[in-house]
Each structure stands twice: as structure tokens, then as C-alpha cells.
């Protein structure tokens, strides 16, 4: 139980969204994470982008591993399904409950040693899948559960509070994702809500796997000088490879965007966004040259955030395997299991 318990007044003056929740009917218990933690910035966009999105809480999935980042889940969304998995083991879990209920959204939150460690190959095989998910990788690169220990996102040259300095070349998981066909990649840091929420929005949206690597640093064991993953060295880093809004599906907007300076266009709800170009020559919708793109950064030593890639002829796990429109758990027991004479005739096909 949390030392603290969280308040349930609501302040009258909150805005409601289309079901008429606020944003506090989309949070979670109080964290238990040290003070400063990245991944409650990211908790707090997620809960943001729920609320914005007016997704029903009940229809919401959140999954999880091993580790600071998994308990992540706890801590939005109380009125949501919840599983907190085996460490590494959570895309599997992930692919039997979206096989047995294909109308929930799902989303699993993971760490860079809980994915790109243990469980690298359980990840490898939900993007192959294309299971239809966000997966949100809290990047820190180190195990903080375990008191610091260098994890495999650890960037080469980068030092620890105590010992020598990391000499292992680092997983970069959208790189990765990239090479393994992944139809939605994105990269985002924690301390960037305005960029973050639009990006989860989108990943929440999209008809297959989405993959987003958040950059979330440590403040107890990896936010000291010499370290790659600390709030200053993300900071003097980072920068926009595009401009990041999200627009959900309704009727088509026409306009066209200036080669140089903004745009204004009015959207549904009546807000405005202001749509700038991105640099010349960058396609998100191609593979080739956006796995190239992240190559020559990372060579640089510089972390492009954004959405960096998204194929838009996306097919997922269902559509794959063509699975049935009505979800597994709602057909009766007759047709899931329609005997041996079926089976057998099934079998024949095989023979």
C-alpha cells in the first residue's frame, strides 16, 4: 500500500472530456518512485493523452514487466484492466489477452533492461506480429530496481556514479524496431510533455504495434555528470526532427502548408495548429531512409524525437491471421472447441 493516499476531491472547475470524465478519472494510485523520476512525467502524459482521446477506462489494457518502469501502470488509469508479467515476458501476455479481445486498448510499459535484455526476444516477435499495442520503453539506461547497474541501452563512454566507464555498444530499440519492420516508431523525452502526449496519442491510434522509446532519465543512480542519459546531457541534446501534432480521424481538412515559416489550420474541435515543413528530404513513410537518418545521428551523437517513422499500409496480428471480427472470448464454447471430427478434418489439410 502507498504511504500516501491519493485525494479524491475534484476541483469543480475542471473540464470534462466527451464522456464527461476529467482528466483525475484517468489516474492512478500515488507513485512510490524517487522524487523526480522520469517515468511519472510519463505517467502523467499518458494519463493526459487517455483523458484527451476519451478512451472508456474500462476498455483500456495496461501491461507490464520487471522493474522501476513497470510499475508505471499502477499509476494511471485505476479503472482499466491491469497485468503485471514476468520480467521480459510481458509482450507475450500482451498477444494472448489482444488474440482473446481484439476491442481493448492496449498498452504496455517497459523498461530498456526489461525489454532490451531479458525480454529482446519477446519484443522482436510482438513487432513481427504487429500486435495492435503501444509499447512505451522508459529509457534510463541503467537497472534502477537493482541499485544502477549499466543496461543495454547504455551508450558507449557513458560513466556510472562509481566504477569505469561503459565500453558495450548500445541497443538503440527504434533502430532495432526499424530493422524488425515495425509500422509505428517514435522517440520522445520524458521532460517534453508538449511533444510526449500528441506522440501517445498517436501510438494509441495506430491499426498495429507502436513503439515508443522515451527517454526518462534516473535521478538517483544516472543524473550525474559523465552520464548520456541524465536530464542536462538530454536536454543540450535533443532537438525535433518534426513537428508533432495529432488530429483524430473525422471529416478531411484541406490546406496547404508553406514551404517555409507556419501554418495555421483550424481543427474540429476549433483549436488551431500550426503545421511547419520538415527538413528537406525526410520521409517518414521510408524505411531506408529513416533507419539511415537514425544511423547518422546516433553517429553524431544526437537523438532525434518525433515520430520518425509510420507505414500507413499497417496490417496487424488479426488481419494477418484472419482472425474473426467478433472477439474470441465472447464465441460460444461449441465454436472454440467444435470437436474432434473438426479437428481431424482440420488435420488432413496438414497431412
Not at 484527451?52 to 483500456?60: A, G, K, Q, R
Not at 516508431?185 to 510533455?193: E, L, N, Q, V
Not at 471529416?251 to 528537406?280: C, K, L, Q, Y
Request: net charge negative; aromatic share 8%; proline share 7%.
Amino acid at each position: 500500500m502507498p504511504s500516501i493516499v491519493k485525494p479524491v476531491a475534484k476541483h469543480p472547475s475542471l473540464p470534462a472530456n466527451k464522456l464527461g470524465l476529467t482528466v483525475r478519472d484517468y489516474e492512478g494510485s500515488m507513485s512510490t518512485l524517487c522524487a523526480g523520476c522520469g517515468h511519472d512525467s510519463i505517467t502523467a502524459a499518458i494519463t493526459r493523452a487517455f483523458w484527451e482521446l476519451s478512451v472508456e477506462p474500462h476498455m483500456i489494457a495496461k501491461l507490464s514487466g520487471i522493474g522501476c518502469s513497470s510499475k508505471t501502470p499502477t499509476y494511471f488509469v485505476s479503472g482499466a484492466h491491469g497485468f503485471n508479467s514476468a520480467h521480459g515476458r510481458m509482450p507475450a501476455i500482451a498477444s494472448g489477452a489482444n488474440a482473446a479481445n481484439r476491442n481493448l486498448v492496449y498498452i504496455g510499459v517497459s523498461g530498456d533492461g526489461d525489454s532490451l535484455s531479458i525480454g529482446l526476444g519477446q519484443l522482436s516477435h510482438a513487432i513481427r506480429r504487429n500486435l495492435n499495442m503501444l509499447y512505451v520503453i522508459e529509457n534510463n539506461g541503467v537497472y534502477g530496481l537493482t541499485k544502477g547497474q549499466f543496461s543495454a541501452s547504455a551508450d558507449v563512454g557513458s560513466k556510472p556514479k562509481k566504477g569505469d566507464p561503459n565500453q558495450m555498444s548500445p541497443i538503440d530499440p527504434v533502430t532495432l524496431a526499424m530493422s524488425l519492420g515495425v509500422t509505428f516508431a517514435a522517440r520522445a523525452f520524458s521532460g517534453d510533455k508538449e511533444q510526449l502526449v500528441p506522440l501517445l496519442k498517436a501510438g494509441l491510434s495506430h491499426p498495429g504495434f507502436a513503439l515508443i522509446d522515451v527517454i526518462s532519465p534516473c535521478v538517483t543512480f544516472n543524473d550525474h555528470e559523465g552520464s548520456t542519459k541524465s536530464y542536462l546531457y538530454s536536454r543540450q541534446r535533443l532537438f525535433h526532427a518534426t513537428e508533432v501534432d495529432f488530429v483524430p480521424e473525422e471529416d478531411e481538412i484541406v490546406a496547404t502548408i508553406t514551404p517555409a515559416g507556419e501554418t495555421p489550420v483550424r481543427m474540429h474541435d476549433g483549436g488551431t495548429v500550426r503545421f511547419t515543413s520538415t527538413p528537406e528530404g525526410y520521409d517518414p513513410q521510408s524505411r531506408e531512409k529513416v533507419y539511415t537518418y537514425l544511423q547518422e545521428c546516433q553517429q553524431r551523437g544526437v537523438v532525434p524525437t518525433g515520430l520518425l517513422f509510420r507505414d500507413p499500409e499497417t496490417r496487424d496480428m488479426h488481419v494477418m491471421n484472419n482472425s474473426p471480427e467478433e472477439s474470441l472470448f465472447n464465441l460460444p464454447y461449441e465454436k472454440l472447441c467444435p470437436g474432434s471430427d473438426a479437428l481431424e478434418k482440420l488435420q488432413r489439410n496438414y497431412r
